[in-house]
């Protein structure tokens, strides 16, 4: 082969690398910072292994994820199940939920030197929460199942940040139902105490949070959703096999301490199955409690996609929380 001609193939050689690396593919996702959500904040690393390359923002709200996604300031986004609902209230429904992220992460907190033994003890006991939130349709749906009247529970309402916790160390409140890390940190301050009442007690099973893409994009986009998909199945397994790096994942990406993570660490689960009959009891409880307009269980049966979650683990739609 002649000079010119090894001069040239290196050349192209070169050029088809450059290209190469040039067309991986870009994806933009969205995701709240929470503890549970650590198999996201290191997503990244598993998605350029497996050529996508993930350009992350952090929002601060399900509301603020659920905006994005519907106009298209993000192709994949973390969310909780409730989206839903939501979406199909506002006639959204250009998007696919394929897979699960993480279930659990809200508890009851009750103050050390109140003992609660079931939901019927609380008549009578003020609760701090956020009204409507998931976690506060939560408590009160397995109160109710649980026996307890709800006109005997005194909820206060609070807005997410420091005055619930205030309130919990002042003992004007006796308890509060709140998500990660407000639980742990009022363990950690030694103010609060987890209750041993599940607010996943009832027909949810306590799914919380899914991973959402606009299905347009999907459509043409297939390798690469079958990508991110396999990378989170892979973050996800990492992260469940060593607390350790579940803990610097979560410390290195939010403002808890290592302390405030570890105790919240057992309260929620990395999670990637996609729960189909859960997420229709849960749309029935935000139906029932105002929050959207109607009961639309088919809304579950058009957006769960199931089959990148069943390519990137070998398992069976039924394994994977389907019928």
Same mark, same amino acid.
């Given at each position: 082969?002649?000079?010119?001609?090894?001069?040239?193939?290196?050349?192209?050689?070169?050029?088809?690398?450059?290209?190469?690396?040039?067309?991986?593919?870009?994806?933009?996702?969205?995701?709240?910072?929470?503890?549970?959500?650590?198999?996201?904040?290191?997503?990244?690393?598993?998605?350029?292994?497996?050529?996508?390359?993930?350009?992350?923002?952090?929002?601060?709200?399900?509301?603020?994820?659920?905006?994005?996604?519907?106009?298209?300031?993000?192709?994949?986004?973390?969310?909780?199940?409730?989206?839903?609902?939501?979406?199909?209230?506002?006639?959204?429904?250009?998007?696919?939920?394929?897979?699960?992220?993480?279930?659990?992460?809200?508890?009851?907190?009750?103050?050390?030197?109140?003992?609660?033994?079931?939901?019927?003890?609380?008549?009578?006991?003020?609760?701090?929460?956020?009204?409507?939130?998931?976690?506060?349709?939560?408590?009160?749906?397995?109160?109710?199942?649980?026996?307890?009247?709800?006109?005997?529970?005194?909820?206060?309402?609070?807005?997410?940040?420091?005055?619930?916790?205030?309130?919990?160390?002042?003992?004007?409140?006796?308890?509060?139902?709140?998500?990660?890390?407000?639980?742990?940190?009022?363990?950690?301050?030694?103010?609060?105490?987890?209750?041993?009442?599940?607010?996943?007690?009832?027909?949810?099973?306590?799914?919380?949070?899914? /991973? $959402?893409? @606009?299905?347009?994009? &999907?459509?043409?986009?297939?390798?690469?959703? %079958?990508? !991110?998909? +396999? #990378?989170?199945?892979?973050?996800?397994?990492?992260?469940?096999?060593?607390?350790?790096?579940?803990?610097?994942?979560?410390?290195?990406?939010?403002?808890?301490?290592?302390?405030?993570?570890?105790?919240?660490?057992?309260?929620?689960?990395?999670?990637?199955? /996609? $729960?189909? @009959?859960?997420?229709? &009891?849960?749309?029935?409880?935000?139906?029932? %409690?105002? !929050?959207? +307009? #109607?009961?639309?269980?088919?809304?579950?049966?058009?957006?769960?996609?199931?089959?990148?979650?069943?390519?990137?683990?070998?398992?069976?739609?039924?394994?994977?929380?389907?019928?």
């Amino acid at each position: 082969m002649s000079r010119f001609a090894i001069t040239l193939t290196a050349a192209l050689t070169l050029l088809s690398g450059i290209l190469e690396a040039e067309a991986q593919q870009k994806v933009r996702l969205g995701y709240a910072t929470q503890i549970h959500n650590a198999n996201i904040m290191q997503l990244a690393d598993y998605a350029k292994k497996n050529g996508v390359d993930v350009e992350a923002s952090v929002l601060s709200h399900y509301t603020n994820l659920q905006l994005a996604l519907m106009t298209n300031q993000m192709d994949f986004v973390v969310m909780g199940y409730s989206n839903i609902g939501l979406m199909e209230d506002l006639g959204f429904k250009n998007y696919k939920v394929l897979s699960g992220v993480f279930t659990g992460a809200q508890s009851l907190t009750l103050r050390p030197d109140v003992t609660i033994n079931s939901w019927k003890d609380l008549e009578g006991k003020k609760i701090g929460s956020a009204p409507n939130s998931y976690a506060d349709i939560l408590f009160k749906t397995s109160a109710r199942l649980g026996g307890a009247d709800l006109s005997k529970i005194n909820m206060v309402n609070f807005t997410p940040g420091p005055a619930v916790s205030a309130a919990l160390a002042a003992g004007d409140i006796d308890g509060f139902v709140f998500w990660e890390p407000f639980n742990s940190s009022a363990e950690v301050k030694k103010i609060g105490t987890y209750s041993k009442l599940d607010l996943g007690d009832n027909p949810t099973k306590h799914i919380n949070a899914a /991973l $959402y893409v @606009n299905a347009e994009y &999907a459509e043409k986009n297939k390798a690469t959703v %079958a990508a !991110i998909v +396999k #990378s989170l199945v892979e973050s996800t397994d990492a992260l469940n096999a060593d607390q350790a790096k579940f803990t610097a994942v979560a410390e290195a990406g939010t403002r808890a301490s290592r302390e405030e993570i570890a105790i919240a660490i057992p309260h929620g689960k990395l999670d990637n199955k /996609l $729960y189909f @009959n859960e997420a229709k &009891a849960l749309l029935r409880l935000i139906s029932e %409690a105002g !929050i959207t +307009k #109607s009961y639309h269980p088919e809304t579950v049966d058009r957006s769960f996609d199931y089959s990148f979650l069943m390519e990137a683990t070998k398992k069976s739609r039924r394994d994977l929380g389907g019928e």
